[in-house]
Protein backbone atom coordinates (compact mmCIF):
# COMPACT_ATOMS: atom_id res chain seq x y z
CA UNK A 1 0.00 0.00 0.00
CA UNK A 2 1.04 3.56 -0.93
CA UNK A 3 0.21 6.35 2.00
CA UNK A 4 0.35 10.12 1.53
CA UNK A 5 -0.27 12.20 3.86
CA UNK A 6 -2.10 15.67 3.33
CA UNK A 7 -0.65 18.20 5.99
CA UNK A 8 -2.69 20.84 6.87
CA UNK A 9 -2.63 21.14 10.44
CA UNK A 10 -6.29 19.89 11.90
CA UNK A 11 -7.65 18.65 8.55
CA UNK A 12 -4.77 16.31 7.49
CA UNK A 13 -5.19 13.85 6.14
CA UNK A 14 -4.22 10.67 4.31
CA UNK A 15 -4.40 9.11 0.86
CA UNK A 16 -4.30 5.03 1.12
CA UNK A 17 -3.33 3.94 -2.91
CA UNK A 18 -3.88 -0.37 -2.74
CA UNK A 19 -5.43 -2.86 -5.88
CA UNK A 20 -8.30 -4.10 -3.81
CA UNK A 21 -8.50 -1.86 -1.09
CA UNK A 22 -12.25 -1.65 -0.52
CA UNK A 23 -12.19 -4.42 1.92
CA UNK A 24 -9.74 -2.90 3.91
CA UNK A 25 -12.25 0.18 4.58
CA UNK A 26 -14.37 -1.39 6.71
CA UNK A 27 -11.06 -2.01 9.12
CA UNK A 28 -10.34 1.95 9.02
CA UNK A 29 -13.84 2.72 9.96
CA UNK A 30 -14.15 0.34 12.52
CA UNK A 31 -10.68 1.63 14.41
CA UNK A 32 -11.62 5.75 13.65
CA UNK A 33 -15.31 5.98 13.44
CA UNK A 34 -17.59 5.59 16.35
CA UNK A 35 -21.01 6.29 15.19
CA UNK A 36 -22.45 3.65 13.07
CA UNK A 37 -24.33 5.67 10.54
CA UNK A 38 -23.07 6.07 7.20
CA UNK A 39 -24.65 7.20 4.26
CA UNK A 40 -22.97 6.24 1.01
CA UNK A 41 -23.56 8.36 -2.07
CA UNK A 42 -22.79 6.95 -5.61
CA UNK A 43 -24.41 6.89 -9.24
CA UNK A 44 -26.28 4.53 -10.51
CA UNK A 45 -23.97 2.62 -12.86
CA UNK A 46 -21.91 2.01 -9.83
CA UNK A 47 -24.41 1.12 -7.97
CA UNK A 48 -25.36 -1.83 -10.06
CA UNK A 49 -21.72 -2.53 -10.11
CA UNK A 50 -19.94 -2.17 -6.95
CA UNK A 51 -21.80 -1.27 -4.04
CA UNK A 52 -23.55 -4.56 -2.73
CA UNK A 53 -19.92 -5.73 -2.37
CA UNK A 54 -18.68 -2.31 -0.47
CA UNK A 55 -21.82 -2.11 1.23
CA UNK A 56 -21.35 -5.83 2.43
CA UNK A 57 -17.83 -4.74 3.75
CA UNK A 58 -18.91 -1.78 5.85
CA UNK A 59 -21.91 -3.61 7.25
CA UNK A 60 -19.70 -6.36 8.44
CA UNK A 61 -18.59 -4.15 11.06
CA UNK A 62 -22.51 -3.38 12.37
CA UNK A 63 -22.65 -0.03 10.70
CA UNK A 64 -25.51 1.29 9.49
CA UNK A 65 -25.90 1.94 5.55
CA UNK A 66 -27.93 4.45 3.44
CA UNK A 67 -27.41 4.04 -0.33
CA UNK A 68 -28.21 7.26 -2.70
CA UNK A 69 -27.51 7.04 -6.17
CA UNK A 70 -27.58 10.04 -8.56
CA UNK A 71 -27.82 9.89 -12.16
CA UNK A 72 -24.71 9.94 -13.93
CA UNK A 73 -23.53 13.14 -15.08
CA UNK A 74 -22.22 16.65 -14.73
CA UNK A 75 -26.05 17.60 -14.90
CA UNK A 76 -26.46 15.89 -11.57
CA UNK A 77 -24.21 18.34 -10.12
CA UNK A 78 -27.07 20.71 -9.71
CA UNK A 79 -28.89 22.99 -6.91
CA UNK A 80 -31.83 19.94 -7.30
CA UNK A 81 -29.87 16.93 -6.72
CA UNK A 82 -28.12 18.79 -3.98
CA UNK A 83 -31.66 19.55 -2.09
CA UNK A 84 -32.55 15.74 -2.48
CA UNK A 85 -29.26 14.72 -0.70
CA UNK A 86 -30.22 16.86 1.79
CA UNK A 87 -33.51 15.55 2.10
CA UNK A 88 -32.50 11.84 2.36
CA UNK A 89 -30.06 12.82 5.32
CA UNK A 90 -32.74 14.26 7.15
CA UNK A 91 -34.86 11.19 7.07
CA UNK A 92 -32.07 9.20 7.79
CA UNK A 93 -31.57 11.31 10.71
CA UNK A 94 -27.81 11.80 9.76
CA UNK A 95 -25.85 13.59 12.41
CA UNK A 96 -23.04 15.48 12.60
CA UNK A 97 -21.16 12.28 14.42
CA UNK A 98 -22.00 10.49 11.59
CA UNK A 99 -20.39 9.73 7.85
CA UNK A 100 -20.82 10.81 4.52
CA UNK A 101 -19.19 7.80 2.26
CA UNK A 102 -19.02 9.09 -1.56
CA UNK A 103 -18.22 6.76 -4.19
CA UNK A 104 -17.99 7.90 -7.45
CA UNK A 105 -16.27 9.98 -9.78
CA UNK A 106 -15.49 13.67 -9.74
CA UNK A 107 -19.67 14.54 -9.84
CA UNK A 108 -19.98 12.26 -6.95
CA UNK A 109 -17.32 13.24 -4.98
CA UNK A 110 -17.76 17.29 -5.84
CA UNK A 111 -21.79 17.22 -4.70
CA UNK A 112 -21.23 14.02 -1.92
CA UNK A 113 -18.49 16.50 -0.94
CA UNK A 114 -20.39 20.04 -0.59
CA UNK A 115 -23.28 18.11 0.72
CA UNK A 116 -21.08 17.00 3.34
CA UNK A 117 -19.57 20.19 3.88
CA UNK A 118 -22.95 22.30 4.33
CA UNK A 119 -25.71 19.69 5.79
CA UNK A 120 -25.85 20.89 9.63
CA UNK A 121 -22.71 22.98 9.03
CA UNK A 122 -20.49 20.12 8.29
CA UNK A 123 -21.01 16.00 8.88
CA UNK A 124 -17.20 13.92 8.51
CA UNK A 125 -16.67 12.33 4.70
CA UNK A 126 -14.53 9.68 2.67
CA UNK A 127 -13.61 9.99 -0.94
CA UNK A 128 -13.66 6.34 -2.55
CA UNK A 129 -12.62 8.15 -6.25
CA UNK A 130 -13.74 5.08 -9.00
CA UNK A 131 -12.52 7.58 -11.89
CA UNK A 132 -9.00 8.30 -13.05
CA UNK A 133 -9.94 12.20 -12.95
CA UNK A 134 -11.29 11.60 -9.61
CA UNK A 135 -8.39 9.58 -8.36
CA UNK A 136 -5.60 11.52 -9.76
CA UNK A 137 -7.10 15.23 -9.20
CA UNK A 138 -10.56 15.97 -7.72
CA UNK A 139 -10.97 13.92 -4.70
CA UNK A 140 -8.11 15.60 -3.39
CA UNK A 141 -7.14 18.62 -1.71
CA UNK A 142 -11.32 19.53 -0.52
CA UNK A 143 -12.66 21.87 -3.12
CA UNK A 144 -16.51 21.09 -3.05
CA UNK A 145 -18.91 22.54 -5.32
CA UNK A 146 -22.30 22.19 -7.41
CA UNK A 147 -22.98 24.10 -10.70
CA UNK A 148 -25.26 26.88 -11.66
CA UNK A 149 -27.32 26.69 -14.75
CA UNK A 150 -24.37 29.61 -15.75
CA UNK A 151 -21.27 28.29 -14.16
CA UNK A 152 -19.60 25.55 -13.19
CA UNK A 153 -18.94 25.24 -9.57
CA UNK A 154 -20.02 28.68 -8.82
CA UNK A 155 -21.39 27.56 -5.42
CA UNK A 156 -18.89 25.88 -3.66
CA UNK A 157 -16.45 25.22 0.07
CA UNK A 158 -13.10 24.30 0.76
CA UNK A 159 -13.95 21.03 3.14
CA UNK A 160 -11.05 18.29 3.78
CA UNK A 161 -12.12 14.55 3.49
CA UNK A 162 -11.20 12.51 6.46
CA UNK A 163 -9.68 10.04 4.08
CA UNK A 164 -8.80 9.00 0.61
CA UNK A 165 -9.28 5.73 -0.50
CA UNK A 166 -8.36 4.80 -4.11
CA UNK A 167 -8.25 1.54 -6.00
CA UNK A 168 -6.37 1.15 -9.13
CA UNK A 169 -8.54 -1.56 -9.97
CA UNK A 170 -11.68 0.31 -10.21
CA UNK A 171 -10.42 1.56 -13.39
CA UNK A 172 -10.46 -1.57 -15.48
CA UNK A 173 -14.38 -0.99 -15.64
CA UNK A 174 -14.19 2.41 -16.97
CA UNK A 175 -15.04 2.94 -20.81
CA UNK A 176 -12.26 3.95 -22.73
CA UNK A 177 -13.61 7.52 -23.23
CA UNK A 178 -13.00 8.15 -19.45
CA UNK A 179 -9.96 6.56 -18.84
CA UNK A 180 -8.79 8.54 -21.62
CA UNK A 181 -11.06 11.24 -19.48
CA UNK A 182 -8.50 11.05 -16.34
CA UNK A 183 -5.25 10.95 -18.93
CA UNK A 184 -5.80 14.94 -19.94
CA UNK A 185 -5.72 15.74 -15.76
CA UNK A 186 -2.62 13.48 -15.71
CA UNK A 187 -1.41 15.03 -19.04
CA UNK A 188 -2.23 18.49 -17.12
CA UNK A 189 0.24 17.50 -14.23
CA UNK A 190 3.10 16.96 -16.31
CA UNK A 191 2.54 19.78 -18.09
CA UNK A 192 3.21 21.95 -15.21
CA UNK A 193 5.44 20.12 -12.68
CA UNK A 194 6.62 16.84 -14.20
CA UNK A 195 8.00 16.07 -18.07
CA UNK A 196 8.93 12.70 -16.74
CA UNK A 197 5.43 11.93 -16.82
CA UNK A 198 4.59 12.77 -20.51
CA UNK A 199 7.46 10.71 -21.48
CA UNK A 200 6.28 7.94 -19.81
CA UNK A 201 3.17 8.36 -21.24
CA UNK A 202 4.57 8.43 -24.59
CA UNK A 203 6.38 4.93 -24.20
CA UNK A 204 3.60 3.02 -23.24
CA UNK A 205 2.17 0.51 -26.15
CA UNK A 206 -1.38 0.77 -25.27
CA UNK A 207 -3.71 1.02 -22.54
CA UNK A 208 -3.10 -2.27 -21.09
CA UNK A 209 0.10 -0.84 -20.12
CA UNK A 210 -0.90 2.38 -18.90
CA UNK A 211 -3.37 -0.10 -16.68
CA UNK A 212 -0.30 -2.03 -14.96
CA UNK A 213 1.22 1.01 -14.38
CA UNK A 214 -1.21 3.22 -13.73
CA UNK A 215 -0.66 2.95 -9.42
CA UNK A 216 2.43 4.61 -10.38
CA UNK A 217 1.15 7.64 -12.23
CA UNK A 218 -1.44 7.83 -9.55
CA UNK A 219 0.86 7.72 -6.54
CA UNK A 220 3.03 10.47 -8.69
CA UNK A 221 -0.01 13.16 -9.28
CA UNK A 222 -1.16 12.77 -6.21
CA UNK A 223 2.24 13.42 -4.74
CA UNK A 224 2.61 16.88 -6.55
CA UNK A 225 -1.54 17.81 -5.98
CA UNK A 226 -0.44 17.13 -2.47
CA UNK A 227 2.40 19.58 -2.05
CA UNK A 228 0.61 22.23 -3.92
CA UNK A 229 -2.39 22.03 -1.72
CA UNK A 230 -0.14 22.54 1.54
CA UNK A 231 1.67 25.33 -0.18
CA UNK A 232 -2.04 27.19 -0.69
CA UNK A 233 -5.01 25.23 0.71
CA UNK A 234 -7.86 28.11 -0.18
CA UNK A 235 -6.44 28.62 -3.50
CA UNK A 236 -5.88 32.13 -3.05
CA UNK A 237 -2.01 31.67 -5.05
CA UNK A 238 -0.07 29.08 -5.95
CA UNK A 239 -2.75 26.48 -6.18
CA UNK A 240 -4.48 28.38 -8.81
CA UNK A 241 -1.69 26.04 -11.62
CA UNK A 242 -4.02 23.55 -11.08
CA UNK A 243 -6.14 24.42 -13.28
CA UNK A 244 -3.82 25.19 -16.43
CA UNK A 245 -6.48 25.03 -19.30
CA UNK A 246 -9.48 25.04 -17.46
CA UNK A 247 -10.04 28.19 -17.96
CA UNK A 248 -11.37 27.41 -21.93
CA UNK A 249 -11.91 24.58 -20.37
CA UNK A 250 -14.99 24.90 -18.37
CA UNK A 251 -16.25 27.32 -21.24
CA UNK A 252 -16.36 24.65 -23.76
CA UNK A 253 -18.11 22.32 -20.77
CA UNK A 254 -20.95 24.40 -20.91
CA UNK A 255 -21.11 25.85 -24.17
CA UNK A 256 -21.95 22.37 -25.02
CA UNK A 257 -24.09 22.19 -21.85
CA UNK A 258 -21.78 19.39 -20.55
CA UNK A 259 -22.92 16.73 -23.52
CA UNK A 260 -20.49 16.88 -26.35
CA UNK A 261 -17.34 17.10 -24.47
CA UNK A 262 -16.35 15.50 -21.14
CA UNK A 263 -14.54 17.21 -18.41
CA UNK A 264 -10.76 16.03 -19.63
CA UNK A 265 -11.66 16.34 -23.08
CA UNK A 266 -12.60 20.03 -22.52
CA UNK A 267 -9.38 20.46 -20.40
CA UNK A 268 -7.42 18.81 -22.69
CA UNK A 269 -8.73 21.61 -25.99
CA UNK A 270 -8.69 23.91 -23.00
CA UNK A 271 -4.54 23.56 -23.13
CA UNK A 272 -3.53 22.84 -26.43
CA UNK A 273 -5.62 26.37 -26.87
CA UNK A 274 -3.94 28.42 -24.21
CA UNK A 275 -0.33 27.28 -24.85
CA UNK A 276 -0.74 27.85 -28.72
CA UNK A 277 -1.23 31.57 -28.03
CA UNK A 278 1.37 31.87 -25.26
CA UNK A 279 3.67 30.94 -27.64
CA UNK A 280 2.17 32.88 -30.36
CA UNK A 281 2.50 35.79 -27.72
CA UNK A 282 6.30 35.14 -27.37
CA UNK A 283 5.71 34.15 -23.83
CA UNK A 284 5.89 29.63 -24.09
CA UNK A 285 9.11 27.98 -25.79
CA UNK A 286 8.11 27.61 -29.39
CA UNK A 287 6.97 23.77 -29.82
CA UNK A 288 5.35 23.18 -26.32
CA UNK A 289 2.19 23.15 -28.15
CA UNK A 290 3.19 20.89 -30.48
CA UNK A 291 4.41 18.11 -27.69
CA UNK A 292 0.96 18.63 -25.62
CA UNK A 293 -0.67 17.70 -29.04
CA UNK A 294 0.91 14.87 -29.31
CA UNK A 295 0.46 13.25 -26.08
CA UNK A 296 -3.66 14.36 -26.26
CA UNK A 297 -3.55 12.36 -29.64
CA UNK A 298 -2.09 8.92 -28.67
CA UNK A 299 -4.53 8.95 -25.88
CA UNK A 300 -7.85 9.99 -28.27
CA UNK A 301 -7.94 13.12 -26.32
CA UNK A 302 -9.20 16.33 -28.98
CA UNK A 303 -6.80 19.09 -29.54
CA UNK A 304 -8.29 20.60 -32.26
CA UNK A 305 -9.95 24.11 -31.58
CA UNK A 306 -13.35 23.65 -31.67
CA UNK A 307 -16.09 26.50 -33.18
CA UNK A 308 -18.07 28.85 -30.57
CA UNK A 309 -19.20 31.86 -30.10
CA UNK A 310 -16.84 33.77 -28.87
CA UNK A 311 -18.72 36.59 -26.97
CA UNK A 312 -20.79 33.90 -25.25
CA UNK A 313 -17.39 32.12 -24.66
CA UNK A 314 -15.91 35.32 -23.12
CA UNK A 315 -19.13 35.90 -20.60
CA UNK A 316 -18.36 32.52 -19.11
CA UNK A 317 -14.81 33.15 -18.93
CA UNK A 318 -15.09 36.36 -16.50
CA UNK A 319 -17.95 34.30 -14.29
CA UNK A 320 -14.59 32.05 -14.09
CA UNK A 321 -13.58 31.52 -10.06
CA UNK A 322 -9.70 32.58 -11.09
CA UNK A 323 -11.49 36.05 -12.13
CA UNK A 324 -10.46 39.02 -9.28
CA UNK A 325 -12.34 42.29 -10.49
CA UNK A 326 -11.08 43.74 -13.50
CA UNK A 327 -8.76 41.17 -13.65
CA UNK A 328 -8.30 37.10 -14.58
CA UNK A 329 -5.66 34.88 -13.93
CA UNK A 330 -4.33 32.72 -16.58
CA UNK A 331 -2.24 29.25 -16.00
CA UNK A 332 0.25 29.57 -18.39
CA UNK A 333 3.69 27.48 -19.13
CA UNK A 334 6.98 28.47 -19.94
CA UNK A 335 7.58 25.01 -20.90
CA UNK A 336 6.99 21.86 -20.14
CA UNK A 337 7.48 21.37 -16.26
CA UNK A 338 7.51 24.81 -15.84
CA UNK A 339 4.30 26.82 -15.00
CA UNK A 340 3.38 30.67 -13.77
CA UNK A 341 -0.11 32.58 -13.24
CA UNK A 342 -0.37 36.02 -15.33
CA UNK A 343 -2.93 38.28 -14.35
CA UNK A 344 -4.65 39.68 -17.14
CA UNK A 345 -7.09 42.21 -17.76
CA UNK A 346 -10.68 41.07 -18.51
CA UNK A 347 -10.68 43.30 -21.51
CA UNK A 348 -7.74 41.61 -23.14
CA UNK A 349 -8.29 38.03 -22.53
CA UNK A 350 -9.40 37.71 -25.55
CA UNK A 351 -5.95 37.61 -26.92
CA UNK A 352 -5.17 34.25 -24.63
CA UNK A 353 -8.19 32.58 -25.55
Known amino acids: MKIIEVNLKANSYKIYIEKNILEKISIYLKENHANKKIVIITDENLEKLYIETLNRYIQKENFNTRIISIKPGEKSKSIDTLKKLYEDFSDFKLTRGDLILTFGGGVVGDLGGF????????????????????????????????????????????????????DPELLKTLDKRFLHDGLAEVIKYGCIKDENILNTLMSYKDDEELLDNIEKIIYTCCNIKREVVEHDEKDLGERMILNFGHTLGHAVEEYFNYSKYTHGEAVAIGMVEITK???????????????????????ELPYKRVEMDKEKVLHTIKLDKKSSGENINLILLNKIGEVFIKKVATCEIENYI
Do not use: C, M
Request: charge should be positive; hydrophobic fraction near 40%.
Open 115 to 166: AASTYLRGVPYIQIPTSLLAQVDSSIGGKVAVDLPWGKNLVGSFYQPKAVFI
Open 277 to 299: RSEELNITKIGTHNFIEKVLKKY
